[in-house]
Protein backbone atom coordinates (compact mmCIF):
# COMPACT_ATOMS: atom_id res chain seq x y z
CA UNK A 1 0.00 0.00 0.00
CA UNK A 2 1.11 3.20 -0.82
CA UNK A 3 -0.18 6.66 0.48
CA UNK A 4 1.18 9.34 -0.15
CA UNK A 5 0.49 12.70 1.26
CA UNK A 6 -2.85 14.21 0.07
CA UNK A 7 -2.08 17.21 -2.77
CA UNK A 8 -5.03 17.74 -4.67
CA UNK A 9 -7.13 18.49 -1.40
CA UNK A 10 -6.21 21.35 -0.01
CA UNK A 11 -9.10 22.36 2.19
CA UNK A 12 -7.46 25.91 3.74
CA UNK A 13 -8.12 28.90 1.67
CA UNK A 14 -5.41 31.11 2.07
CA UNK A 15 -6.99 33.26 5.38
CA UNK A 16 -3.36 34.57 6.30
CA UNK A 17 -0.26 35.04 4.86
CA UNK A 18 2.42 32.61 3.63
CA UNK A 19 -0.06 29.90 3.75
CA UNK A 20 0.86 26.64 1.36
CA UNK A 21 -1.52 27.34 -1.71
CA UNK A 22 0.17 24.59 -4.09
CA UNK A 23 1.35 21.74 -1.81
CA UNK A 24 4.70 21.22 -3.68
CA UNK A 25 5.73 24.87 -2.26
CA UNK A 26 6.41 25.75 1.27
CA UNK A 27 6.74 30.05 0.65
CA UNK A 28 10.06 30.74 2.44
CA UNK A 29 8.45 33.51 5.01
CA UNK A 30 7.04 30.70 7.57
CA UNK A 31 10.98 29.97 8.06
CA UNK A 32 11.17 33.84 9.20
CA UNK A 33 8.28 35.82 9.23
CA UNK A 34 7.89 36.91 12.83
CA UNK A 35 3.98 37.15 12.46
CA UNK A 36 3.91 34.11 10.98
CA UNK A 37 5.34 32.64 14.02
CA UNK A 38 3.15 34.99 16.03
CA UNK A 39 0.69 32.93 14.10
CA UNK A 40 2.30 29.73 15.20
CA UNK A 41 2.01 31.02 18.65
CA UNK A 42 -1.58 32.05 18.85
CA UNK A 43 -3.35 29.23 16.63
CA UNK A 44 -1.04 26.08 16.61
CA UNK A 45 0.97 25.38 20.19
CA UNK A 46 -2.11 26.54 22.32
CA UNK A 47 -4.46 24.10 20.66
CA UNK A 48 -2.09 21.35 19.60
CA UNK A 49 -1.22 18.39 21.66
CA UNK A 50 2.49 18.06 22.23
CA UNK A 51 4.92 16.15 24.05
CA UNK A 52 6.17 17.61 27.22
CA UNK A 53 8.29 14.92 28.61
CA UNK A 54 8.82 11.28 28.81
CA UNK A 55 7.18 9.14 31.46
CA UNK A 56 10.30 8.18 32.88
CA UNK A 57 11.25 11.79 33.61
CA UNK A 58 8.66 11.61 36.21
CA UNK A 59 8.34 7.96 37.62
CA UNK A 60 7.15 8.39 41.14
CA UNK A 61 4.75 10.38 42.65
CA UNK A 62 5.48 13.85 43.54
CA UNK A 63 7.99 14.22 41.10
CA UNK A 64 7.74 16.85 38.66
CA UNK A 65 9.38 18.54 35.32
CA UNK A 66 8.95 22.10 33.61
CA UNK A 67 7.79 21.95 30.08
CA UNK A 68 8.00 25.43 28.44
CA UNK A 69 6.61 26.29 24.71
CA UNK A 70 6.91 29.89 23.44
CA UNK A 71 6.49 32.07 26.45
CA UNK A 72 3.94 29.12 28.66
CA UNK A 73 5.35 27.51 31.07
CA UNK A 74 3.84 24.12 32.42
CA UNK A 75 4.59 21.48 35.53
CA UNK A 76 3.92 18.29 34.65
CA UNK A 77 3.74 16.00 37.76
CA UNK A 78 3.00 12.50 38.56
CA UNK A 79 0.43 12.53 40.41
CA UNK A 80 0.03 8.78 41.15
CA UNK A 81 1.52 5.95 39.94
CA UNK A 82 -0.86 5.84 36.90
CA UNK A 83 -1.77 9.00 36.89
CA UNK A 84 0.03 12.39 35.27
CA UNK A 85 -1.10 15.83 35.79
CA UNK A 86 0.07 19.42 34.30
CA UNK A 87 -0.45 22.92 35.49
CA UNK A 88 -0.24 26.14 34.08
CA UNK A 89 3.07 27.12 36.31
CA UNK A 90 1.97 30.27 38.40
CA UNK A 91 0.55 30.44 41.89
CA UNK A 92 -2.88 31.36 41.58
CA UNK A 93 -1.97 34.57 44.07
CA UNK A 94 0.65 36.55 42.23
CA UNK A 95 1.90 34.20 39.50
CA UNK A 96 5.17 32.92 41.12
CA UNK A 97 6.16 30.10 39.23
CA UNK A 98 5.76 26.87 41.33
CA UNK A 99 8.87 24.75 39.60
CA UNK A 100 11.65 25.27 37.96
CA UNK A 101 13.31 22.77 35.85
CA UNK A 102 13.21 19.37 36.98
CA UNK A 103 12.28 17.84 41.26
CA UNK A 104 10.04 16.33 43.17
CA UNK A 105 6.76 17.90 45.45
CA UNK A 106 7.91 15.76 48.75
CA UNK A 107 4.94 15.24 50.75
CA UNK A 108 2.53 15.78 48.36
CA UNK A 109 2.25 19.33 47.91
CA UNK A 110 3.58 22.31 45.70
CA UNK A 111 4.60 25.00 47.53
CA UNK A 112 5.03 28.38 46.44
CA UNK A 113 8.31 29.99 47.29
CA UNK A 114 7.05 33.67 47.93
CA UNK A 115 4.03 33.19 50.47
CA UNK A 116 3.86 29.68 51.43
CA UNK A 117 0.67 28.78 49.53
CA UNK A 118 0.47 24.79 49.15
CA UNK A 119 -1.35 22.54 46.75
CA UNK A 120 -1.92 18.75 46.20
CA UNK A 121 -0.51 17.36 43.35
CA UNK A 122 -4.59 16.73 42.33
CA UNK A 123 -4.26 20.65 41.79
CA UNK A 124 -6.65 21.21 44.99
CA UNK A 125 -5.22 24.15 47.37
CA UNK A 126 -4.33 22.95 50.42
CA UNK A 127 -3.02 25.99 52.68
CA UNK A 128 -3.28 29.77 52.41
CA UNK A 129 -0.79 31.57 54.62
CA UNK A 130 -3.09 33.68 56.84
CA UNK A 131 -6.25 33.33 55.42
CA UNK A 132 -8.22 35.79 57.11
CA UNK A 133 -6.79 38.88 55.08
CA UNK A 134 -8.55 37.61 52.22
CA UNK A 135 -12.23 37.82 51.25
CA UNK A 136 -14.20 34.80 50.38
CA UNK A 137 -14.10 35.15 47.02
CA UNK A 138 -10.31 34.85 46.88
CA UNK A 139 -10.39 31.71 48.69
CA UNK A 140 -12.97 29.82 46.90
CA UNK A 141 -11.71 26.02 46.00
CA UNK A 142 -12.65 26.15 42.48
CA UNK A 143 -10.49 29.87 41.94
CA UNK A 144 -7.47 28.54 43.97
CA UNK A 145 -7.30 25.17 42.04
CA UNK A 146 -3.98 25.18 39.73
CA UNK A 147 -5.46 25.79 36.40
CA UNK A 148 -4.57 22.60 33.88
CA UNK A 149 -3.73 21.14 30.32
CA UNK A 150 -5.24 18.10 28.99
CA UNK A 151 -2.76 14.87 29.69
CA UNK A 152 -2.54 11.97 27.52
CA UNK A 153 0.42 9.32 27.21
CA UNK A 154 1.22 7.44 24.32
CA UNK A 155 4.58 5.79 23.63
CA UNK A 156 5.88 6.39 27.11
CA UNK A 157 5.72 10.35 26.67
CA UNK A 158 3.48 12.96 28.01
CA UNK A 159 1.43 15.03 26.15
CA UNK A 160 -0.26 18.08 26.76
CA UNK A 161 -2.82 20.25 25.06
CA UNK A 162 -3.46 23.64 26.74
CA UNK A 163 -6.92 23.83 25.21
CA UNK A 164 -9.73 22.42 27.45
CA UNK A 165 -11.67 22.10 24.04
CA UNK A 166 -9.16 20.40 22.08
CA UNK A 167 -10.44 16.00 21.06
CA UNK A 168 -8.56 13.89 22.94
CA UNK A 169 -5.06 12.58 22.52
CA UNK A 170 -6.35 9.21 21.27
CA UNK A 171 -8.26 11.05 18.52
CA UNK A 172 -5.47 13.53 17.61
CA UNK A 173 -3.07 10.27 17.58
CA UNK A 174 -5.71 8.33 15.06
CA UNK A 175 -3.27 6.31 12.64
CA UNK A 176 0.32 6.74 13.72
CA UNK A 177 -0.38 5.47 17.05
CA UNK A 178 -1.85 1.91 15.73
CA UNK A 179 1.19 2.06 12.85
CA UNK A 180 4.11 2.43 15.17
CA UNK A 181 2.96 0.61 17.84
CA UNK A 182 4.72 -2.45 17.06
CA UNK A 183 7.63 -0.93 17.66
CA UNK A 184 7.58 -0.62 21.25
CA UNK A 185 8.54 2.88 22.18
CA UNK A 186 6.86 2.51 25.71
CA UNK A 187 9.76 0.02 26.87
CA UNK A 188 12.57 2.13 25.70
CA UNK A 189 14.74 3.63 28.20
CA UNK A 190 16.58 6.92 27.98
CA UNK A 191 20.29 5.92 27.03
CA UNK A 192 21.36 10.06 26.22
CA UNK A 193 19.69 13.07 26.34
CA UNK A 194 21.26 16.02 24.27
CA UNK A 195 20.06 19.82 22.86
CA UNK A 196 21.56 22.16 20.66
CA UNK A 197 20.44 25.28 20.31
CA UNK A 198 20.42 25.80 16.15
CA UNK A 199 20.16 29.26 14.42
CA UNK A 200 17.26 28.01 12.29
CA UNK A 201 13.11 27.91 11.95
CA UNK A 202 11.83 24.81 13.96
CA UNK A 203 10.20 23.88 11.11
CA UNK A 204 13.79 24.12 9.06
CA UNK A 205 15.41 21.74 11.87
CA UNK A 206 12.79 18.97 12.04
CA UNK A 207 12.52 18.83 8.39
CA UNK A 208 15.81 17.69 7.95
CA UNK A 209 14.80 14.50 9.79
CA UNK A 210 11.24 13.78 7.63
CA UNK A 211 12.94 12.88 4.71
CA UNK A 212 15.78 10.04 3.66
CA UNK A 213 16.21 11.71 -0.04
CA UNK A 214 19.00 13.69 1.28
CA UNK A 215 20.93 10.94 2.95
CA UNK A 216 22.61 10.34 -1.15
CA UNK A 217 24.24 13.48 -0.95
CA UNK A 218 24.66 14.77 2.95
CA UNK A 219 25.71 11.49 4.82
CA UNK A 220 28.42 9.64 2.87
CA UNK A 221 28.88 7.26 5.29
CA UNK A 222 25.41 5.94 4.50
CA UNK A 223 26.02 6.26 0.95
CA UNK A 224 28.49 4.07 1.29
CA UNK A 225 30.66 6.15 -2.17
CA UNK A 226 27.74 5.30 -4.26
CA UNK A 227 26.96 8.88 -6.57
CA UNK A 228 23.52 10.65 -7.66
CA UNK A 229 21.57 7.09 -9.04
CA UNK A 230 23.69 4.86 -8.22
CA UNK A 231 22.21 5.12 -4.21
CA UNK A 232 18.58 3.97 -4.74
CA UNK A 233 16.61 6.13 -2.62
CA UNK A 234 13.13 3.89 -3.47
CA UNK A 235 14.70 0.91 -1.35
CA UNK A 236 14.85 2.50 1.73
CA UNK A 237 12.87 5.92 2.63
CA UNK A 238 10.95 5.99 -0.54
CA UNK A 239 7.66 5.30 0.53
CA UNK A 240 5.44 7.00 2.67
CA UNK A 241 2.25 6.62 4.79
CA UNK A 242 0.74 9.95 5.73
CA UNK A 243 -2.76 11.01 7.94
CA UNK A 244 -4.57 13.47 8.25
CA UNK A 245 -3.26 14.56 12.01
CA UNK A 246 -0.47 15.64 10.02
CA UNK A 247 1.36 12.19 11.07
CA UNK A 248 3.64 9.83 8.90
CA UNK A 249 5.52 7.09 8.78
CA UNK A 250 7.85 5.36 6.11
CA UNK A 251 6.59 2.02 4.96
CA UNK A 252 9.09 -1.30 5.26
CA UNK A 253 12.23 -1.31 3.16
CA UNK A 254 12.08 -3.29 0.26
CA UNK A 255 15.05 -5.63 1.22
CA UNK A 256 17.02 -4.55 -1.58
CA UNK A 257 20.10 -2.92 -1.54
CA UNK A 258 20.03 0.45 -2.02
CA UNK A 259 23.90 1.27 -3.09
CA UNK A 260 24.40 -0.28 -6.84
CA UNK A 261 27.03 -3.27 -6.65
CA UNK A 262 27.64 -3.99 -3.01
CA UNK A 263 26.44 -7.19 -1.09
CA UNK A 264 23.64 -7.41 1.41
CA UNK A 265 26.06 -8.34 4.03
CA UNK A 266 28.42 -5.63 3.71
CA UNK A 267 25.83 -2.94 3.03
CA UNK A 268 23.96 -4.21 6.20
CA UNK A 269 27.11 -3.61 8.25
CA UNK A 270 28.48 -0.79 7.04
CA UNK A 271 24.89 0.87 7.63
CA UNK A 272 24.73 -0.27 11.50
CA UNK A 273 28.47 0.61 11.65
CA UNK A 274 28.34 4.67 10.14
CA UNK A 275 25.02 4.55 12.56
CA UNK A 276 26.43 3.22 15.72
CA UNK A 277 29.39 5.78 15.42
CA UNK A 278 27.80 8.47 13.32
CA UNK A 279 24.70 8.66 15.63
CA UNK A 280 25.51 6.17 18.53
CA UNK A 281 21.94 5.44 19.18
CA UNK A 282 20.26 3.99 15.87
CA UNK A 283 22.74 1.33 16.81
CA UNK A 284 24.48 0.70 19.65
CA UNK A 285 27.10 -1.49 21.23
CA UNK A 286 24.65 -4.38 22.02
CA UNK A 287 24.19 -4.74 17.63
CA UNK A 288 27.86 -4.09 17.35
CA UNK A 289 28.87 -6.93 19.51
CA UNK A 290 25.73 -9.44 18.15
CA UNK A 291 27.01 -7.98 14.42
CA UNK A 292 30.78 -9.14 15.71
CA UNK A 293 30.01 -12.85 16.43
CA UNK A 294 28.40 -13.17 13.00
CA UNK A 295 31.47 -12.35 11.01
CA UNK A 296 32.90 -15.59 12.20
CA UNK A 297 30.63 -17.62 10.90
CA UNK A 298 30.23 -18.63 7.15
CA UNK A 299 27.21 -16.67 6.10
CA UNK A 300 25.51 -16.42 2.97
CA UNK A 301 25.60 -12.94 1.57
CA UNK A 302 21.99 -12.05 1.26
CA UNK A 303 20.51 -14.34 4.23
CA UNK A 304 23.42 -11.84 6.69
CA UNK A 305 20.06 -9.71 7.67
CA UNK A 306 18.48 -12.63 8.57
CA UNK A 307 20.74 -14.23 10.60
CA UNK A 308 21.68 -10.94 12.25
CA UNK A 309 17.61 -10.59 12.99
CA UNK A 310 18.09 -14.35 14.52
CA UNK A 311 21.15 -13.72 16.46
CA UNK A 312 20.03 -10.66 18.02
CA UNK A 313 16.37 -12.21 19.43
CA UNK A 314 18.44 -14.95 20.82
CA UNK A 315 20.16 -12.51 22.21
CA UNK A 316 17.69 -10.51 23.71
CA UNK A 317 15.66 -13.87 25.27
CA UNK A 318 19.31 -14.61 26.99
CA UNK A 319 19.11 -11.17 28.26
CA UNK A 320 15.72 -11.16 29.14
CA UNK A 321 15.52 -7.86 26.73
CA UNK A 322 11.97 -7.75 25.70
CA UNK A 323 11.79 -7.26 22.10
CA UNK A 324 8.80 -6.98 20.59
CA UNK A 325 8.52 -9.11 16.80
CA UNK A 326 10.25 -7.50 14.08
CA UNK A 327 7.00 -4.75 12.97
CA UNK A 328 5.85 -6.01 9.37
CA UNK A 329 3.77 -2.77 7.92
CA UNK A 330 5.96 -0.10 8.73
CA UNK A 331 9.90 0.54 9.16
CA UNK A 332 9.16 2.69 12.03
CA UNK A 333 10.69 6.15 11.05
CA UNK A 334 7.84 8.12 11.43
CA UNK A 335 6.73 11.61 12.56
CA UNK A 336 4.22 12.62 14.93
CA UNK A 337 2.78 16.06 14.40
CA UNK A 338 3.95 18.77 15.08
CA UNK A 339 7.55 18.15 16.54
CA UNK A 340 8.14 14.53 17.13
CA UNK A 341 10.20 12.82 14.48
CA UNK A 342 11.16 9.01 15.72
CA UNK A 343 13.87 6.62 13.82
CA UNK A 344 13.81 2.78 15.72
CA UNK A 345 15.64 0.03 14.96
CA UNK A 346 16.55 -3.39 17.01
CA UNK A 347 14.75 -2.06 20.18
CA UNK A 348 16.00 1.51 20.03
CA UNK A 349 15.39 4.73 18.54
CA UNK A 350 16.24 8.01 17.66
CA UNK A 351 13.72 10.37 18.85
CA UNK A 352 13.62 14.19 18.29
CA UNK A 353 11.81 17.01 19.21
CA UNK A 354 11.91 20.66 18.21
CA UNK A 355 10.40 23.71 19.75
CA UNK A 356 11.10 27.14 19.03
CA UNK A 357 13.47 29.27 20.77
CA UNK A 358 10.93 31.81 22.67
CA UNK A 359 9.72 34.17 20.43
CA UNK A 360 12.39 33.99 17.82
CA UNK A 361 11.36 32.65 14.43
CA UNK A 362 15.19 31.77 12.84
CA UNK A 363 16.28 29.80 16.81
CA UNK A 364 14.96 26.74 18.23
CA UNK A 365 15.21 24.11 20.58
CA UNK A 366 16.51 20.98 18.94
CA UNK A 367 16.75 17.51 21.86
CA UNK A 368 17.73 14.12 21.11
CA UNK A 369 17.06 11.15 22.92
CA UNK A 370 18.68 7.50 22.49
CA UNK A 371 16.15 5.20 24.01
CA UNK A 372 16.92 1.70 24.64
CA UNK A 373 14.58 -1.25 25.73
CA UNK A 374 16.50 -2.38 28.67
CA UNK A 375 17.45 -5.69 29.83
CA UNK A 376 16.04 -7.55 33.15
CA UNK A 377 19.14 -6.73 35.33
CA UNK A 378 19.88 -3.15 34.06
CA UNK A 379 17.73 -2.03 36.95
CA UNK A 380 15.07 0.99 37.69
CA UNK A 381 17.08 3.84 35.53
CA UNK A 382 17.88 7.22 36.94
CA UNK A 383 15.75 9.94 35.76
CA UNK A 384 17.45 10.86 32.23
CA UNK A 385 18.61 14.90 32.28
CA UNK A 386 18.97 16.89 29.56
CA UNK A 387 22.61 17.24 28.74
CA UNK A 388 23.75 20.44 26.58
CA UNK A 389 23.39 22.96 24.99
CA UNK A 390 26.22 20.62 23.43
CA UNK A 391 27.78 22.94 20.35
CA UNK A 392 27.03 21.63 16.48
CA UNK A 393 30.65 20.78 16.18
CA UNK A 394 30.81 18.45 19.24
CA UNK A 395 28.16 16.01 18.31
CA UNK A 396 28.54 12.60 16.27
CA UNK A 397 29.22 13.08 12.66
CA UNK A 398 26.11 12.12 11.36
CA UNK A 399 23.93 14.72 13.54
CA UNK A 400 26.68 17.44 12.47
CA UNK A 401 25.98 17.15 8.67
CA UNK A 402 22.59 17.51 9.05
CA UNK A 403 22.80 20.65 11.70
CA UNK A 404 25.33 21.85 8.79
CA UNK A 405 22.34 21.93 6.26
CA UNK A 406 20.22 23.48 8.56
CA UNK A 407 22.27 26.32 9.08
CA UNK A 408 22.91 27.05 5.36
CA UNK A 409 19.11 26.59 4.75
CA UNK A 410 18.26 29.14 6.60
CA UNK A 411 20.47 31.62 4.87
CA UNK A 412 19.28 30.47 2.29
CA UNK A 413 15.76 31.34 2.88
CA UNK A 414 16.58 35.15 2.77
CA UNK A 415 17.90 35.37 -0.75
CA UNK A 416 17.01 37.18 -3.03
CA UNK A 417 14.50 35.23 -6.12
CA UNK A 418 14.00 32.37 -3.94
CA UNK A 419 10.19 32.65 -3.13
CA UNK A 420 9.07 28.72 -2.24
CA UNK A 421 11.01 25.70 -1.29
CA UNK A 422 10.24 22.72 -3.77
CA UNK A 423 8.70 19.21 -2.00
CA UNK A 424 8.74 15.53 -3.75
CA UNK A 425 4.72 14.68 -3.13
CA UNK A 426 6.36 11.06 -2.60
CA UNK A 427 9.98 11.41 -1.18
CA UNK A 428 9.23 14.58 1.21
CA UNK A 429 5.77 13.32 1.87
CA UNK A 430 5.78 14.13 5.23
CA UNK A 431 6.69 17.33 5.34
CA UNK A 432 3.90 17.66 2.65
CA UNK A 433 1.65 16.70 5.10
CA UNK A 434 3.16 18.46 8.25
CA UNK A 435 2.87 21.92 6.53
CA UNK A 436 -1.23 21.20 4.96
CA UNK A 437 -1.96 20.57 8.81
CA UNK A 438 -0.09 23.47 10.35
CA UNK A 439 -2.27 25.64 7.76
CA UNK A 440 -5.23 23.31 9.23
CA UNK A 441 -4.61 24.97 12.71
CA UNK A 442 -3.78 28.41 11.69
CA UNK A 443 -7.07 28.90 9.57
CA UNK A 444 -9.00 28.75 12.71
CA UNK B 1 23.15 -1.66 50.85
CA UNK B 2 20.89 -1.94 53.60
CA UNK B 3 18.85 0.52 55.25
CA UNK B 4 20.24 3.46 57.55
CA UNK B 5 18.69 3.37 61.16
CA UNK B 6 18.62 7.04 62.21
CA UNK B 7 17.21 7.87 66.19
CA UNK B 8 16.10 10.64 66.08
CA UNK B 9 16.59 13.13 69.83
CA UNK B 10 14.96 14.07 72.12
CA UNK B 11 11.46 12.37 70.68
CA UNK B 12 13.94 9.03 71.12
CA UNK B 13 12.33 7.45 68.17
CA UNK B 14 14.18 5.23 65.04
CA UNK B 15 13.93 5.89 61.66
CA UNK B 16 14.69 3.48 58.47
CA UNK B 17 16.15 5.26 56.06
CA UNK B 18 16.68 3.56 52.45
CA UNK B 19 19.88 3.92 49.86
CA UNK B 20 19.42 6.83 48.10
CA UNK B 21 16.50 8.61 50.04
CA UNK B 22 16.61 11.64 52.62
CA UNK B 23 15.85 11.41 55.86
CA UNK B 24 12.66 14.11 55.16
CA UNK B 25 11.98 11.45 52.41
CA UNK B 26 11.87 8.26 55.03
CA UNK B 27 9.87 10.50 57.47
CA UNK B 28 7.11 11.37 55.04
CA UNK B 29 7.02 7.91 54.16
CA UNK B 30 6.72 6.84 57.47
CA UNK B 31 4.50 9.25 58.38
CA UNK B 32 6.58 10.55 61.10
CA UNK B 33 5.85 13.92 61.60
CA UNK B 34 8.71 16.57 60.61
CA UNK B 35 9.16 20.38 60.54
CA UNK B 36 9.37 21.73 57.02
CA UNK B 37 7.39 24.91 54.38
CA UNK B 38 8.82 24.05 51.92
CA UNK B 39 8.19 20.71 51.43
CA UNK B 40 11.96 19.73 50.33
CA UNK B 41 13.06 21.90 48.23
CA UNK B 42 15.67 22.78 49.89
CA UNK B 43 14.45 26.50 50.50
CA UNK B 44 12.71 27.09 54.00
CA UNK B 45 15.61 25.34 56.45
CA UNK B 46 12.72 24.00 58.42
CA UNK B 47 13.90 20.73 58.23
CA UNK B 48 17.38 21.05 59.60
CA UNK B 49 18.95 18.70 62.42
CA UNK B 50 21.66 18.24 64.20
CA UNK B 51 24.00 15.93 63.82
CA UNK B 52 25.10 13.77 67.25
CA UNK B 53 26.72 10.96 66.30
CA UNK B 54 27.50 8.84 63.75
CA UNK B 55 29.03 11.71 61.44
CA UNK B 56 31.02 8.67 59.23
CA UNK B 57 27.81 7.50 57.93
CA UNK B 58 26.29 10.52 55.64
CA UNK B 59 26.23 11.26 52.86
CA UNK B 60 27.80 14.36 51.24
CA UNK B 61 26.13 17.75 51.51
CA UNK B 62 26.07 19.27 47.61
CA UNK B 63 26.48 22.79 46.84
CA UNK B 64 22.67 23.96 47.17
CA UNK B 65 22.51 22.61 50.60
CA UNK B 66 25.67 23.96 51.92
CA UNK B 67 24.42 27.60 49.92
CA UNK B 68 21.20 27.48 52.04
CA UNK B 69 22.35 26.25 55.60
CA UNK B 70 25.10 29.30 55.58
CA UNK B 71 21.67 31.57 56.48
CA UNK B 72 21.73 28.92 59.39
CA UNK B 73 24.84 28.01 60.85
CA UNK B 74 27.59 30.20 62.68
CA UNK B 75 25.04 32.81 63.57
CA UNK B 76 23.49 30.80 66.07
CA UNK B 77 25.41 29.01 68.45
CA UNK B 78 23.22 26.09 68.32
CA UNK B 79 23.65 25.78 64.51
CA UNK B 80 27.16 24.60 63.99
CA UNK B 81 28.19 23.91 60.27
CA UNK B 82 29.95 20.74 61.30
CA UNK B 83 26.64 18.68 62.93
CA UNK B 84 24.49 20.81 60.60
CA UNK B 85 22.17 19.47 57.69
CA UNK B 86 19.33 19.42 55.91
CA UNK B 87 16.62 16.33 56.31
CA UNK B 88 15.86 17.20 52.69
CA UNK B 89 18.91 16.56 51.43
CA UNK B 90 20.76 14.31 53.91
CA UNK B 91 21.46 10.92 53.01
CA UNK B 92 22.84 8.02 55.23
CA UNK B 93 24.64 4.88 54.80
CA UNK B 94 24.45 3.70 58.18
CA UNK B 95 23.59 4.32 61.88
CA UNK B 96 23.16 7.62 62.81
CA UNK B 97 21.86 9.84 65.84
CA UNK B 98 20.20 13.50 65.25
CA UNK B 99 18.71 16.12 67.64
CA UNK B 100 14.85 17.41 65.71
CA UNK B 101 12.89 19.57 68.23
CA UNK B 102 9.18 19.15 66.84
CA UNK B 103 9.83 15.85 64.74
CA UNK B 104 7.07 13.23 66.31
CA UNK B 105 6.80 9.28 65.67
CA UNK B 106 3.25 8.58 63.78
CA UNK B 107 1.15 7.84 66.50
CA UNK B 108 0.61 4.22 65.13
CA UNK B 109 4.14 2.93 65.91
CA UNK B 110 3.40 -0.07 63.74
CA UNK B 111 3.44 2.30 60.45
CA UNK B 112 7.20 2.99 60.60
Redesign the interface.
Known sequence: MTVHADRTELRTPASFPFAVEDADKVPVQRYFDPGFARLEKEKLWPHVWQMACRLDEIPRPGDYTEYQINDQSILVVRESEDTVKAYFNACRHRATALGEGA?????G?I?C?YH?W?WNLDGSNSYVYAERGFTPACLDPDFLRLRECQVGTLFGMVFINMDPQAPPLAEAMAGIAEALAPIGFERMRVRWWRHVILPANWKMAQEAFMEAYHVMQAHPSLSMGAADEDYDIDALGGEFECFPGGHGHALPATGKVPVAGMSMADYFMQFNNALYFGTDAYATEREMFIQQGLLERDIPEDQFPMAFFGALYEYAKGAGIPLPPPATNTSGYGHIFPNITVLPAYGNSIIYRVRPNGDDPESCVFEVWAVQIPAEDDGEPERPVLEGPVPIEEWPQIFKEDYRNIVAQQKGVHTKGLDDLVLSGQYEAMIVNSHRTIDEYLAR | MADGRVRVEPEGFELSVRPGETV??AA?RSGVTWP??????V?CTACALRVLDGHQNLGPAGSTEQGVLRQITGRRRQWSARDTRLA?RLTVTGDVTVEKKGAKPPADPQST
Do not use: A
Not at chain 1, 103 to 107: E, L, Y
Not at chain 2, 36 to 41: D, E, F, N, R
Open positions: GTFHGQVPGR | FELTICYGQRC
